[in-house]
């Protein structure tokens, strides 16, 4: 099985083809250039080194969420692009479980990506087993404390929200500290995720393909806030009207 996977979710860029259980190439790019710029030709790139075109790609993997919603959306609209012409599966891969797959050895690895608000999107996982321990969400940086503070395995954080968390909880005993340029997402391990979700049976044709944000976009927030404060005023000058 030839997997082709991207991460797109944050800041960097990366792709990866893996046949089976061999990775053949992974490619990781922090060069401040958008995604719009780089995604296809690292692709391209990717496809001719390995003597490879899209015909033998048996499943692609991509991050579904959460992250950045342009990255995200730019690394979907490409995967389902590369797919639609031979209706190739695709596996929807949790950006978090993708993080923590890419680590192994014994303790807890809290996967956090910056959602900005004092907020990070987390999740934690057993490193021997890879049993997740904490679902995917949207959660202040305050609020992941007690799941901290009572693990009983050391701890170490990776992600883009990583900084966030050791200034909180570097002190507190048994959280161990990750050197940044390690912390970052894997296309690889978005590949090994994928032929796990393919071989579970959760891959999908490329038009089932869709985002999990696990938050409203900006946009929406602001739009919920100002239809609600409207709505506030309009009550205010209801009741005024009836006194």
Not at 22 to 44: F, K, Q
């Given at each position: ?118 907020q990070v999107y987390s999740a934690a996982f057993d490193l021997s087993t890879h049993q997740r321990l904490m679902d995917d969400d949207a959660r202040a940086v305050a609020d992941l404390s007690e799941f901290v ?95």
């Amino acid at each position: 099985m030839n997997i082709l996977a991207v991460d797109t979710a944050g800041k960097t860029v990366g792709v990866a083809l893996m046949q089976d259980d061999r990775l053949l190439y992974e490619c990781y790019l922090d060069a401040g250039m958008t995604h719009s710029e780089t995604l296809m030709p690292l692709i391209d790139g990717c496809l001719k080194l390995c003597g490879m075109g899209c015909k033998d790609i048996d499943l692609f993997g991509v991050n579904a969420g959460p992250g950045s919603f342009t990255g995200l959306r730019i690394g979907l609209a490409a995967v389902k692009g590369l797919a639609f012409p031979r209706e190739t599966l695709c596996a929807p891969v949790s950006t978090l479980e993708a993080l923590g797959a890419a680590h192994t050895g014994e303790g807890t690895v809290l996967c956090a990506l910056d959602a900005r608000r004092a907020q990070v999107y987390s999740a934690a996982f057993d490193l021997s087993t890879h049993q997740r321990l904490m679902d995917d969400d949207a959660r202040a940086v305050a609020d992941l404390s007690e799941f901290v503070e009572n693990c009983k395995k050391p701890l170490f954080f990776v992600g883009d929200g990583a900084a966030l968390c050791y200034n909180k909880y570097s002190n507190v005993p048994g959280v161990l500290c990750v050197p940044p340029a390690l912390r970052g997402g894997r296309a690889a391990a978005v590949a090994l995720v994928a032929k796990q979700m393919a071989e579970r049976g959760e891959a999908v044709l490329p038009e089932a393909l869709l985002p999990d944000y696990h938050r409203l976009s900006q946009a929406e927030r602001e739009r919920a806030e100002r239809l609600a404060a409207e709505a506030a005023a309009q009550n205010h000058q209801t009741e005024n009207g009836k006194e």
